[in-house]
């Protein structure tokens, strides 16, 4: 894991107004942030946002992700309609309300416009998952316009589907970070992912009962947070044909 020296504290990497923090948490849904949004809008703001907007400009400065934030609970999802064994559910973390809120700002203000202008070896162009530009919309017509290019020359098109099993849970930070420090991104912002990934914990819960005991996060996405679908498009970004001509495309872990 690489650490850099932060970079002095200045506007560039600090969350500037109270409209930063109020729209994503008053983006959150379900009953997990019912404690913020249960008052009015403009009731709200004063009260909760000057003092949040300190708190992350904090942990933006110093790179330092709170311990709290990085203790989350697993919910399992079915996959299925009838789910038989522990394979048939999807591990989805639910992280606290205050993490994911800078999480999403992290994202959209500095991982987003980082993968606009990748470096090399990394590419997003074949990526339409999450993105702010990508859809399953736009991965068909891609997918179907080159394939339609390609008949007009060639007699037929062969077509290979891969989907990667546990592509999620498989993760490994150090390889994930090794290809986050290439990104064009600050180095406190750097430090503070590498941070976010370091001792994360998490337990399952069902019915808000805990089953299980903390245990330590070693390669995983975080399944639920913000930073992890724009975690796994990072991770995802340097796989490339091998054979000159052939083209690829992605969906998330979907790959043609």
């Not at 300190?54 to 400065?61: D, E, G, W």
């Not at 559910?89 to 999403?104: D, G, H, K, N």
């Not at 700002?105 to 987003?112: D, G, K, N, S, T």
């Not at 007009?152 to 990667?164: E, G, H, I, K, W």
Request: proline residues 8%; hydrophobic residues 40%; aromatic residues 10%.
């Amino acid at each position: 894991m690489q650490i850099f020296q932060p970079t002095p504290h200045t506007s560039s990497h600090r969350v500037n107004s109270q409209f930063h923090t109020q729209t994503p948490i008053s983006s959150q849904s379900g009953g997990y942030s019912k404690s913020l949004t249960s008052f009015p809008p403009p009731l709200r703001c004063p009260v909760f946002c000057e003092p949040l907007v300190y708190l992350f400009n904090k942990s933006l400065a110093t790179s330092v992700v709170p311990r709290q934030w990085k203790q989350t609970s697993i919910r399992p999802v079915p996959k299925t309609a009838t789910p038989l064994n522990h394979s048939d559910y999807r591990p989805i973390s639910i992280a606290l309300v205050l993490s994911r809120t800078l999480e999403r700002i992290v994202v959209r203000e500095f991982l987003y416009p980082a993968i606009l202008d990748p470096p090399m070896p990394l590419s997003y162009g074949d990526q339409f998952a999450f993105r702010p530009t990508g859809s399953t919309t736009a991965a068909l017509i891609a997918l179907m316009q080159t394939i339609t290019d390609l008949l007009t020359t060639n007699s037929f098109v062969c077509l290979t589907a891969l989907d990667f099993s546990k592509a999620f849970d498989t993760v490994r930070h150090d390889t994930l970070l090794s290809k986050m420090v290439l990104l064009n991104i600050l180095d406190v912002i750097y430090n503070r992912l590498a941070d976010f990934f370091q001792d994360h914990e998490h337990c399952t819960k069902i019915w808000n009962i805990n089953i299980s005991d903390m245990v330590h996060v070693s390669a995983n996405i975080i399944q639920g947070s913000a930073i992890g679908p724009v975690s796994y498009d990072i991770n995802a970004s340097d796989v490339s044909t091998v054979t000159p001509g052939n083209l690829m495309y992605k969906y998330a872990d979907d790959t043609y």
